[in-house]
């Protein structure tokens, strides 16, 4: 068997949609469905997914268009992962100036191009224009280059890729109840007793002691933090070695120690503290705080305080001029180690941390399964979506 491969302009139209005048009450409020770029994130369009509405009259007026339910959105305008994502449009509804639809002639399957596309999508932000904002166009758009397999092999592939994609989306949903659960927990177990009068408030700089001892010449890994993930390689997180001589200054940090690190993130909007662990020793920030708790204290107790953003109420407060230039929010080591943190006896700090500790566990899990299957789903794609493996299919009849 040959498969062919096409430009998406020979089996698609593509065109794209435009705004209503917004000071103009009557284009808006309507009955028609408006989709905006922000919408189109890798997934499913449907009428409970749209939030605004246009009149007739509206787009009448505008270059909006009505598009067909069927058809692929693809963004074309957007900052960090927002160009090149696409969208399966599951109800007719009409689009803004920012977004391309790809309306499919009878030959192509949509799932089977949107799974192309997703495929591709490296591929389509390396084709936008280098001008303003490296924005996609309408005549790129057109120009990819994929094969087409019959039909029935279309309809085959795709069954199969969004076979995994459910799988993917419900191990997702699972971590994200597993979180809520978890985050739960901390309430009842920590913030929902820590007013007791057996538990003490203490600030950090009673239970731990500031660490600020430069490399010994070992070689040691550059680790930085990322919200996301903690500790992690800085060549993992910039795809090359960042440090340069600054490596010199860099705090060591060994096993079990603490670091915060004070730039603002989405996820920690005051910074955020995670332990080393994984590594005997490694290299990281001297802009970071340091620290190793004391031994009166269950690092595992700590920890799980310090995820679940326990310290922002009083981070927020010691933020004066806003974040600098550098992304560093404006926190002197001395006002971090001056928050305080809930502590009770060793021995309950020890038993809510094992309660803990096995949720956290359960989270873990499901995150390496959830790893495991968008890699298996990758590997599948590039066997499928290129050629180099063949599905079986009976022909339909004409």
């Avoid at 391309?100 to 389509?124: G, H, M, P, T």
């Avoid at 595992?300 to 933020?319: E, G, N």
């Amino acid at each position: 068997m040959t498969t062919r491969t096409v430009n998406l302009g020979s089996i698609a139209k593509i065109t794209s949609g435009g705004t209503p005048d917004r000071e103009n009450p009557a284009y808006w409020g309507g009955t028609v469905p408006w989709v905006k770029t922000t919408l189109v994130q890798n997934c499913e369009i449907g009428p409970e997914d749209i939030d605004e509405k246009i009149t007739e009259a509206g787009l009448k007026s505008s270059s909006a268009k009505l598009i067909p339910a069927g058809s692929i959105l693809m963004a074309m305008v957007g900052q960090g992962k927002t160009r090149g994502q696409v969208a399966v449009l599951a109800t007719d509804a009409a689009i803004n100036q920012n977004c391309a639809a790809i309306i499919l002639s009878d030959e192509a399957n949509s799932r089977y191009v949107y799974q192309q596309l997703l495929f591709r999508y490296e591929e389509i932000r390396s084709a936008s224009n280098s001008s303003g904002q490296q924005n996609l166009n309408a005549g790129l758009i057109r120009e990819l280059r994929m094969p087409l397999p019959s039909l029935p092999e279309q309809k085959r592939i795709a069954e199969i890729l969004v076979g995994w994609d459910t799988a993917i989306q419900k191990t997702e949903q699972l971590i994200a109840a597993k979180e809520l659960r978890y985050f739960g927990l901390v309430g009842r177990l920590i913030t929902g007793h820590s007013k007791s009068e057996a538990w003490r408030h203490v600030s950090i700089r009673d239970i731990a002691d500031r660490v600020q001892r430069q490399g010994d010449g070992g070689d040691y890994p550059l680790l930085t933090i990322s919200s996301a993930s903690g500790f992690i390689r800085q060549e993992e997180r910039y795809s090359r070695y960042m440090a340069g001589e600054s490596a010199k200054t860099y705090t060591l940090l060994r096993a079990g120690e603490f670091a915060y690190n004070k730039g603002n993130s989405k996820r920690y909007e005051f910074g955020c503290v995670f332990q080393l662990n994984g590594y005997e020793a490694a290299l990281v920030p001297s802009v970071y705080v340091s620290f190793k708790l004391h031994d009166a204290v269950c690092a595992s107790y700590m920890r799980h305080l310090f995820a679940v953003d326990y310290l922002k109420p009083q981070l927020r407060a010691l933020v004066k001029t806003g974040v600098r230039n550098n992304g560093l929010l404006n926190i002197r080591p001395d006002e971090f180690m001056g928050t305080t943190v809930p502590l009770p006896a060793f021995e309950h700090q020890l038993r809510i941390a094992n309660y803990l500790d096995a949720a956290s566990a359960e989270i873990d899990l499901l995150k390496r399964q959830l790893s495991a299957l968008r890699t298996q789903k990758r590997s599948l794609m590039q066997k499928l979506l290129t050629g180099r493996w063949r599905l079986p299919v009976q022909e339909e009849a004409n």
